[in-house]
């Protein structure tokens, strides 16, 4: 079992930078593929970005490729999103996610494939 905590939402200017965290418990951090995903008011979740058991793999949307950076540190068993430049369709409820994987250098795409959920923290960017 995997709790996550995320942290590090709030409101903000369009332009200014947010880092995101994303607690976990539970012993083998390392064994899991962890992804952020976000949702808008009335859209469906999607993917902002993913990352590897191994830091050594990341994936992200064409909607924040370039001004976001996913990495994680197994030792504080914590990933984080880190977004430049915001813009008001930034806006979102922003989730962590993990799930168990067996292979260090996979990454994964869609929210089904995730075992564990964040209860989520809004980011909201004015204009």
């Known amino acids: 079992q995997v709790r996550l905590v995320e942290s590090g939402g709030g409101l903000v200017q369009a332009g200014d930078s947010l880092r995101l965290s994303c607690a976990a418990s539970g012993r083998t951090f390392n064994n899991y593929a962890m992804g952020w995903f976000r949702q808008a008011p009335g859209k469906e979740r999607e993917l902002a970005a993913a990352?590897?058991?191994?830091?050594?793999?990341?994936l992200y949307a064409d909607s924040v490729k370039g001004r976001s950076t996913i990495s994680r540190d197994n030792a504080k068993k914590t990933v984080y999103l880190q977004i430049d430049s915001l813009k008001p369709e930034d806006t979102a409820v922003y989730y962590c996610?993990?799930?168990?994987?067996?292979?260090?250098?996979?990454?994964?795409?869609?929210?089904?494939?995730?075992?564990?959920w964040g209860q989520g923290t809004q980011v909201t960017v004015s204009s």
């Open positions: 996610a993990a799930l168990n994987s067996q292979y260090p250098w996979s990454i994964y795409r869609r929210a089904e494939e995730y075992t564990y």
């Open positions: 990352i590897s058991r191994t830091d050594s793999k990341t």
